[in-house]
């Protein structure tokens, strides 16, 4: 990864963000959680040296899912309602669901990663029949509702900004007449946009709808939401801001590294952009959330997995061989220490990218091309145990789930952080109780932010985000009581200029068009999906960006290409 003025930048952030080490912080809990590094780079390691120990163990199965994050929880629920129950689901971590991974601090829930859905629209038809499965939504005299114990209780947003709370995430207060006729232009161009050609979530219906992109979406590929901003004439401080921190919130980098196709299909594939005044859509800016965030949902996905022992946690894939009558697939049991063996007709890659490309043996031309156009962004999530709400000593908008700090420029947009959630928001019961506050802090624009991420001690991230709050927050250091910090190194694809055009071109396994009929009722016609005779790949990086409705399409429709054929 690049970035302009490193020196300067990495300065800065020492200077003004951490402030030098506070005696303070050593009298926290707290430590590293989550993902095992240790245990990932152990297999880079191997990998790269070509040793491992000789498999001890055979085993068969129709279907070998490698990857238990939402791509391949999806596959395997598919596979299930296709009626193939012959399947083994391996995954690195001890918990699946990926970067929707939960956790508990002082018995508290909250999450590891993504924290939120957006109500879906038709476009992710597939996600709608999961939620439904899930009991989350239903048909009510002919129109489907969702259910509102599940859906983000208000308030929902507010900003810290010009020394007060306010309500939303687009700076308003104090601002001039010239900020809010830019926010209305901006609303007009995405609304503009949206009508000239398609943007939906999944974006894969529209990548593989037609032969490479509209000429719409190859000129907004083509350069940085930076880049075409300038060219519109968006100038505006605050909107730059705004649209910087989204860009980083979904993409994890900001919008001098994402393309405008990414700045724009961030509104216009979803609730589109409001400015003040606008009548936002209760229907379409619904967003379903939970203590866990959306390890609600990927623990209700592998616990059928779990119960029938398809479920094989805490193994490392180290091997994918294809054959012409078959798979092998050589995986690292960390429990026993041993290296198994299974042997299966398909084999459903739901890896990154870049770690798919290093364990696939004589990987595809287009995998590998992948591997190296592909940039990903490092992430930190911070769960910040508190014993007691915190006071409300800043005029302005009530607490909320969404609590962001304006940062404008400098060393406070270098840093990164994206505010946090409060995982006691959903709570019914009004009375004062601890919480946990998770904080997210997205890396992409540092040029050396995954060395960082793995080399600086569990301190120096926990004051950094003590400092980073306190502003807003005077009593925070007060009531905390243990930080836990997971980091996660390749958190997410950055949809980087010219990443939809490669991806909407690379060699596909086209669906037959065969409409399939699902155990549930479900009908669905099969969509093309990154293959070869007997490896299909599902993960949101063939998307280019990691959302919830991309990775769980993805992997959707690789088992039914799987599926297919014996």
């Not at 697939?329 to 290296?339: N, R």
């Not at 939809?500 to 155990?519: D, E, H, N, P, W």
């Amino acid at each position: 990864m690049q970035r302009r003025s490193l020196v300067a930048g990495t300065a800065a952030l020492a200077a003004t963000v951490l402030g030098g080490c506070n005696p303070a912080v050593a009298a926290l809990q707290g430590g590293f959680t989550g993902s095992d590094m240790a245990r990932g780079h152990g297999l880079r390691q191997s990998l790269a040296e070509g040793r491992w120990p000789v498999p001890t163990t055979l085993h068969r199965a129709k279907v070998v899912i490698a990857g238990g994050g939402v791509a391949g929880l999806a596959a395997a629920r598919s596979l299930r309602l296709r009626g193939i129950h012959d399947f083994a689901l391996l995954e690195l971590q001890d918990q699946p669901g990926g970067n929707s991974r939960a956790t508990a601090v002082g018995g508290l829930p909250c999450p590891l990663g993504a924290h939120y859905l957006p109500v879906p629209s038709d476009d992710a038809s597939e996600v709608q029949d999961v939620l439904e499965e899930l009991g989350l939504r239903q048909r009510v005299a002919g129109r489907w509702q969702y259910d509102e114990r599940h859906l983000c209780h208000s308030p929902q947003e507010r900003l810290f900004f010009a020394g007060q709370w306010q309500e939303g995430l687009l700076p308003v207060q104090g601002v001039g007449a010239d900020t809010l006729a830019q926010y209305r232009r901006f609303a007009q161009a995405v609304a503009a946009l949206g009508t000239q050609a398609r943007f939906s979530m999944p974006a894969m219906k529209v990548l593989q709808s037609n032969k490479g992109l509209a000429r719409l979406h190859q000129s907004l590929d083509a350069i940085n939401f930076d880049v075409w901003l300038g060219q519109q004439g968006f100038t505006d401080p605050h909107l730059r801001w705004y649209l910087d921190y989204c860009c980083r919130d979904d993409y994890g980098a900001g919008t001098a590294r994402v393309s405008a196709w990414a700045g724009v299909h961030y509104f216009a594939s979803r609730h589109g952009f409001h400015a003040p005044g606008d009548a936002p859509s209760p229907e379409r800016d619904g967003v379903l959330t939970w203590p866990e965030g959306n390890g609600w949902i990927t623990q209700r996905l592998a616990e059928p997995l779990r119960r029938a022992g398809q479920l094989h946690t805490g193994t490392s894939v180290l091997r994918i061989t294809e054959g012409l009558r078959g798979v092998e697939v050589d995986a690292f049991d960390h429990a026993t220490q041993t290296v198994q063996r299974w042997q299966a007709a398909h084999c459903i890659v739901a890896l990154p990218v870049f770690v798919a490309a290093r364990v696939v043996q004589q990987p595809p031309a287009f995998l590998q091309q992948a591997a190296q156009r592909l940039q990903w962004a490092p992430w930190l999530v911070a769960n910040i145990h508190i014993d007691a709400p915190l006071a409300d000593q800043i005029p302005g908008a009530a607490p909320a789930w969404d609590n962001v700090i304006y940062t404008g420029s400098g060393a406070g947009a270098v840093a990164g952080g994206l505010g946090y959630v409060d995982a006691g928001h959903q709570r019914l019961d009004p009375r004062p109780a601890p919480t946990v506050l998770t904080y997210y802090q997205a890396l992409g624009d540092w040029p050396d932010g995954r060395a960082q991420l793995a080399q600086q001690p569990w301190a120096h991230w926990a004051e950094a985000i003590v400092q980073a709050l306190s502003g807003a927050h005077p009593d925070l250091r007060a009531r905390t009581t243990r930080i836990d910090i997971a980091r996660h190194g390749h958190a997410m694809a950055i949809p980087a200029p010219g990443m939809q055009q490669f991806l909407s071109q690379i060699g596909m396994q086209r669906a037959s068009g065969k409409t399939m009929v699902l155990s549930n009722g479900e009908r669905v016609a099969p969509l093309p999906t990154p293959a070869t005779a007997r490896l299909a790949f599902a993960h949101a990086d063939w998307s280019g960006y990691s959302v919830f409705e991309e990775a769980f399409t993805r992997g959707h429709h690789a088992a039914l290409a799987s599926s297919r054929s014996p």
